[in-house]
Each structure stands twice: as C-alpha cells, then as structure tokens.
C-alpha cells in the first residue's frame, strides 16, 4: 500500500491523524516544522522529518526520496505569518506565493496542491480516518441554551454561513441578535477574546464550515482552549456544525462546559 505523508502543524491533530492511519495498516511518514508540531508526533509515524519554516523545496525533495503519492496537511498555522515578509521562504515558496492571487489559505494551498500534483502527488481529504471527532447535532452539555441564545445561535449560523463563502473566518460571535465579531486571520480563540471585550458577557459562539468546504485544505475544528477561551470571556454557548466540524478531547470539552454552565451544541 502505498505510503501517506503526513505535513503537520500546531496541535494534537496530527497525532490523532497518524494513530488512526496506523491502527488501518497505512505506513505514514511525518513532516514537522520546527517550533511547531508537536515532537511526540515522530513516536506516532514511521519516519520522521523536521523542517524549517519556509523550506518548501527541500520538503518536495523528501517526499520524492520517500516514494510518497499521497499526503495530508493537518494542524494549525497561523495565518499571520504570510504577511510578515517573504525572507523566512525559499525560493520554490517564494514563487508560489508569487503565483497565488492572493494570500488566502485556500488560495496558498491550491496552489500548492497544483504544484504536488505535478509531482505525481495527491493532497487526500483525512476525514475519512477522523470519523469519530465529528460529532452529530445535540446538544452535549447538561445546560441546553436559553431561548434567546437559541435565537442567536440561529442568526449566528445564517451570518456565518453567508460570510464563509468569502473565506473572511467560519466563526462568529452574536449577542442579542447583534455580530459583536468575526473571525479573520487572528482565528477563533483571538476573536472570542476579542468578543469578550467588546459584549462583556453573555454572548454565543458559532462555527460552520463553508458552503463548499474543501476537507484536503481545512476542517473547522473546536477543543479545550476555544471553549476556555470562552469561558474566560464570558460567553454563555457555544455551536458547531454537525458532521462537518472536528471536536477535539470531548469527554474533556463537556466535563469543562458543564462546571461553568457553558451549552455546548451541535447544529
């Protein structure tokens, strides 16, 4: 069976990703990048490769050294590092960034996979290895939301899924029926905080996933540190799409949520 290549970001994710993969008899080959992937992942793959940031050229050159048709990217980058110069980019990313119309995530890693795919490289969609984090609609925690935060849930989930088609962020905050914020490059933890500040308290959170979610490129995911993210901004409940978001440590995520009175649903 031929080999996945596994190209890691920030969090557990691609832990669970290559765990899961293994437990199928795949041979899974990790790429990390230095300062952030998680190092427990070399314990979790057949092999194991660091990176620097920016590095692309010698990554292409250690998937092919690796017989590797079919990759995933997984784990999370944070989307402010494309504005902070092009200097820390070898000359094969500086290019395709050059290439890319804009510097949107969707946008960077079609490219991407456009330039894989001359390669004789698949980007495949891992969610078929993550079933099991996609959670169907409910709710989870003991504390159902109110009326009123029912009524922002709804207007959340019709605001996010219209501004989701412009690849702006998946997540929003309502309170009272009113956007207090979205969800842009700083991503979601960072816009709850900000919420925070802005309503005090008593506001909802929403993700979806965009109208035309490309699972090979980005999966909407909620854990621990969104919802104590939450909790700490005082928000009062939290949403998500069903079958289409990744819930990260539920057993932990609910047990958190119902000690503060947090609703924690799935629509």
């Known amino acids: 069976m031929p080999r996945i290549g596994l190209v890691a970001g920030y969090g557990k994710l691609p832990l669970i990703f290559a765990q899961a993969a293994k437990e199928k008899g795949e041979t899974v080959i990790g790429f990390g990048l230095k300062g952030v992937t998680d190092e427990n992942l070399a314990g979790c793959v057949d092999r194991m490769h660091w990176l620097e940031w920016g590095g692309f050229k010698k990554a292409l050159l250690l998937i092919a050294a690796e017989r590797i048709k079919r990759i995933v990217m997984l784990g999370k980058i944070k989307k402010d590092v494309f504005f902070k110069g092009d200097e820390e980019f070898d000359d094969k990313a500086r290019k395709i960034l050059e290439e890319t119309k804009d510097r949107k995530d969707y946008s960077i890693l079609s490219e991407i996979s456009k330039v894989l795919k001359t390669f004789g490289i698949e980007v495949m969609d891992p969610t078929g290895y993550l079933k099991e984090l996609m959670p169907s609609k409910g709710v989870l925690t003991k504390r159902e939301p109110t009326k009123d935060e029912w009524g922002d849930i709804d207007y959340g989930k019709l605001v996010a899924k219209d501004l989701s088609r412009y690849d702006i962020g998946q997540t929003i905050?309502?309170?009272?029926?009113?956007?207090?914020?979205?969800?842009?490059?700083?991503?979601?933890?960072?816009?709850?905080?900000?919420?925070?500040?802005?309503?005090?308290?008593?506001?909802?959170?929403?993700?979806?996933?965009?109208?035309?979610?490309?699972?090979?490129?980005?999966?909407?995911?909620?854990?621990?540190?969104?919802?104590?993210?939450?909790?700490?901004?005082?928000?009062?409940?939290?949403?998500?799409?069903?079958?289409?978001?990744?819930?990260?440590?539920?057993?932990?995520?609910?047990?958190?949520?119902?000690?503060?009175?947090?609703?924690?649903?799935?629509i």
């Open 173 to 266: 905050a309502v309170k009272d029926k009113t956007v207090i914020a979205l969800e842009a490059v700083e991503g979601t933890d960072e816009m709850i905080r900000r919420a925070g500040r802005l309503a005090r308290a008593g506001f909802v959170v929403v993700k979806v996933a965009r109208p035309h979610q490309d699972m090979k490129f980005d999966i909407p995911l909620i854990g621990p540190d969104t919802l104590n993210a939450l909790i700490e901004a005082k928000g009062k409940a939290l949403a998500l799409e069903g079958e289409r978001t990744l819930l990260m440590d539920k057993s932990e995520l609910v047990k958190i949520a119902d000690e503060n009175s947090i609703s924690v649903v799935v």
